[in-house]
Structures are given as C-alpha cells and as structure tokens.
C-alpha cells in the first residue's frame, strides 16, 4: 500500500508564501504524475497543479505565475511553492497520485493525502 502525507500547510497573510509538500511512502518502485487539489468550504475539489515523472507540468489558471510544483523522484516527494497568497487560496490542499508501480509491471491506482489546511487573512 502507499501513503501520502503532505505537510506545510498554516495561516498567512494575503500576499505571503507557503510551501507545502506530500511525502509518499510503502512499497514504491515509480510513481507516475503527482499532483495537488484543493477543496475550499462550500466548493468541489479543483485541480491546482500537477507535474508527471518526466517533469511535464500544468496548473490551473487561477494559480499560474504565483503557485510553482516540484518533485524529487528519489524522495518520492512533490512540492508546491505558493506565493502571492490570496484569501481565495483558503482551502484544504490535497496531494494525489495517480498511478505507483508497486514492483515492475504491477500498479496501484488513485491515492490521496488526508489533506494540509492553508488559510490565507486578508
């Protein structure tokens, strides 16, 4: 089985920066695209950003120039820098991996993070 943590996540002041990042653990051979959602109160779960294992990156529009993904492979780790925080960026961020190989040729599918609070005052 494989976990995702992620951590990272706080109260700043609109304008500031956090970086938040999801550490995945167990039986890991090679993840494939890793990304970050995010849930705001009385809204459904969006896509931030994702990045895939060559490094191919997309982020939702309300976030580019501000938000930056990473990943290091040989940590099994993904970031997201975020700066120029807004008040709008309040949600619970979630990390996501869509596919692990689990030993070569044997895959899981679809796993979560429990989730890294991030509320911006204006």
């Known amino acids: 089985q494989v976990q995702l943590v992620e951590s990272g996540g706080g109260l700043v002041q609109a304008g500031g920066s956090l970086k938040l990042s999801c550490a995945a653990s167990g039986t890991i051979f090679s993840i494939n695209t890793m990304d970050w959602y995010r849930q705001a109160p009385g809204k459904q779960r969006e896509l931030v950003a994702g990045?895939?294992?060559?490094?191919?990156?997309n982020y939702a529009d309300s976030v580019k120039g501000r938000f930056t993904i990473s990943r290091d492979n040989a940590k099994n780790t993904v970031y997201l820098q975020m700066n120029s925080l807004k008040p709008e960026d309040t949600a619970v961020y979630y990390c996501?991996?869509?596919?692990?190989?689990?030993?070569?040729?044997?895959?899981?599918?679809?796993?979560w993070g429990k989730g890294t609070l991030v509320t911006v005052s204006s």
């Open positions: 996501h991996v869509d596919s692990v190989e689990i030993r070569p040729g044997a895959y899981g599918m679809d796993f």
């Open positions: 990045i895939t294992s060559r490094g191919r990156i």
